[in-house]
Nanobody
Framework: QVQPVESGGGLAQAGGSLRLSCAAS????????MDWYRQAPGKQREMVAT???????KYANFVKGRFTISRDNAKNTVYLQMNSLIPEDTAVYYC?????????WGRGTQVTVSS
């Protein structure tokens, strides 16, 4: 069972930065796409960024130029560098891995941005 585990969330001021990490534990097979999603209170979960195993990235328009996704295949870990944070970035951030066994979600990490 692959279990992604997020870390690095917390409280930041507007204009500040945070770096999220998500590592896979358990029975690891080759991980395909690795994604970051977020869900704010009262809103639907939305994709933030995705990265293929080969390193191709895609971002939601609302984070372009501010967030950077990267991965370390040897460590089965995906990162999200978040700069120029705004209060609207406040949400629970989830990572998602795709493997041959299916889709695996982490339990989330809270990010709170104060104005």
């Amino acid at each position: 069972q692959v279990q992604p585990v997020e870390s690095g969330g917390g409280l930041a001021q507007a204009g500040g930065s945070l770096r999220l990490s998500c590592a896979a534990s358990g029975s690891i097979f080759s991980i395909g796409a690795m994604d970051w999603y977020r869900q704010a209170p009262g809103k639907q979960r939305e994709m933030v960024a995705t990265i293929t195993r080969g390193g191709t990235t895609k971002y939601a328009n609302f984070v372009k130029g501010r967030f950077t996704i990267s991965r370390d295949n040897a460590k089965n870990t995906v990162y999200l560098q978040m700069n120029s944070l705004i209060p609207e970035d406040t949400a629970v951030y989830y990572c998602k891995f795709v493997t041959v066994k299916g889709i695996h979600w982490g339990r989330g990490t809270q990010v709170t941005v104060s104005s």
